[in-house]
């Protein structure tokens, strides 16, 4: 593994001219205000992309792109500008423009900048645009194209994509603080079209990491391409949804999406300080079922969300939101959590040096309970089974959400029967979860392929959750 420190400085400063002295001189300008905090983050992305579609390759992509993000904080108020130029210049500008947001006074200090002890990296810091051959990307599109249209005559159309990032990122901050790391990020798409006469319907997988494009070996690629296609059969033979509140068994993995957007939200310390959130002052409250104890990771290796240090350089945690039902703390950036008067958890992220930090979610999952999956089916009389989840809508302020299910069947009996298509779920996030009545012991995560969206800002994340039985969910459908 290359030296991260090393690789930053040749892409993001050697290049430049600029230096720690003029990264300090930067500090020291917006420090010169009364400000609480400041900080420089560098960040240089390398990131390409090929697409498949009509049994062909349709397009291919290649961009580089650095800057720098440079941030005054003081009380509740925060200046940011940004450069896409890393030059000397143009940071002292940056920082004049940042600075402007506090009052004048007394003249801050900037510590001496030190590397100090980096955490351990949670990931290769290779480079994944260069771990496969060009020849070798477009061979994978094209295994995927040939899978699913091998698997069954009913395939009409495969549309594939592969894409690659590596991004390097440096964070100097008026504490002192000096930090490096370098990302790689992975991710293949397949979506296929099914038909049966005028019935027609879709399928999607994949998957993705934060390593090179060999995490997608021959093995992987020919299974992606086989789900995409069984989803598409199952909507083909898909009855209309019956609607009406119900018993809803959720399945393991993907199904956490529900999770993050209805509950994950709530939970992130911006909403909470504002007091926007249905889950803010509550911390110590039995807010969800005994049966639910929710977490929030950044320090799983190698998986989507995760990251070494957070985009502010603060290392990443696992941090329990809710334990038991009793909710125990939020998900925090520096800044909120210095205003709330907590410890930052490493969730301070950006989409890019052009955006400022925000907390933001990175894996987030329920833990597992006691019950066997089988079990949970089986005690349900009647209702639907959601494995698959294609979008939805949630309002932060209280909790409303709504979930349009890709994948589902009915249970009847305890048994699991029919695939169902137009099932939507329709809830409130605080109120789903005291209805949760069983939870399995079949954690599991999803494959790698969520992206979350928040005030214009998207980033990698992770969901998932066990097998989970809720009590008389709304469903809506078209029966």
């Known amino acids: 593994m290359s030296d991260q420190w090393q690789v930053a400085e040749d892409l993001l400063l050697r290049p430049t001219d600029v230096d720690m002295n003029q990264i300090q001189d930067a500090l020291g300008q917006m420090m010169a205000r009364q400000v609480d905090y400041a900080d420089l983050y560098f960040e240089y992305t390398r990131r390409e992309g090929f697409s498949l579609e009509e049994g062909r390759i349709q397009g291919g992509s290649y961009g580089i792109d650095s800057g720098v993000g440079v941030r005054a904080v003081s009380g509740e108020k925060t200046g940011f500008a940004y450069s896409d130029e890393i030059v000397p210049a143009a940071l002292l500008d940056s920082a004049k423009a940042a600075r402007a947001i506090a009052v004048a006074g007394q003249e801050g200090s900037v510590p001496v900048l030190s590397r100090g002890k980096a955490p351990k990296p949670l990931y290769t810091g290779d480079d994944p645009l260069d771990s496969l051959s060009d020849a070798a990307k477009v061979a994978m599109l094209e295994t995927v194209d040939a899978e699913a249209r091998a698997a069954d005559s009913r395939v009409k159309e495969v549309m594939a994509s592969l894409a690659g990032e590596y991004k390097a990122v440096l964070v100097a901050g008026s504490d002192g603080r000096l930090v490096t790391d370098i990302r790689p990020l992975v991710r293949l798409n397949v979506q296929v079209i099914v038909a049966d006469g005028d019935n027609r319907q879709q399928g999607m997988a994949g998957g993705g990491a934060r390593t090179g494009y060999t995490w997608f070996d021959d093995a992987t690629v020919r299974a992606y391409a086989r789900e995409a296609v069984r989803q598409g059969l199952v909507n083909l033979e ?242």
């Open 238 to 479: 898909a009855v209309e949804a019956p609607a009406g509140a119900m018993d809803v068994v959720l399945g393991a993995g993907w199904p956490g999406i529900l999770l993050h957007e209805a509950i994950g939200h709530g939970l992130e310390g911006d909403f909470n300080r504002k007091g926007t959130s249905a889950f803010a002052g509550r911390i110590g409250e039995q807010v969800a079922s005994a049966q639910c104890t929710v977490v929030d990771d950044g320090t799983l290796p190698d998986r989507r969300g995760s990251l070494t240090v957070d985009d502010e350089g603060e290392a990443t945690s696992h941090t329990t939101l809710i334990e038991d039902g009793v909710l125990k703390g939020y998900m925090q950036d520096a800044t909120n959590a210095r205003l709330m008067g907590m410890a930052p958890t490493g969730n301070g992220r950006r989409e890019s040096y052009a955006h400022r930090p925000m907390p933001r979610m990175t894996n987030t999952y329920m833990e597992n309970g006691d019950y066997d999956p089988n079990e949970i089916i089986a005690s349900v009389d009647k209702g639907i089974y959601a494995t698959q989840f294609s979008g939805g809508q949630v309002d932060i302020t209280s909790g409303k959400f709504v979930f349009s299910a890709s994948e589902a069947y009915l249970i009847e009996n305890g048994k699991i029967t029919t695939p169902v298509k137009g099932a939507t779920l329709i809830g409130n996030g605080p109120d789903v979860l005291t209805r949760v009545a069983m939870v399995g012991n079949d954690k599991a995560l999803d494959s790698g392929i969520g992206t979350c969206g928040k005030e214009g800002q998207s980033v990698p994340v992770g969901v998932g959750q066990p097998t989970m039985l809720i009590n008389d969910l709304t469903v809506g459908g078209t029966q």
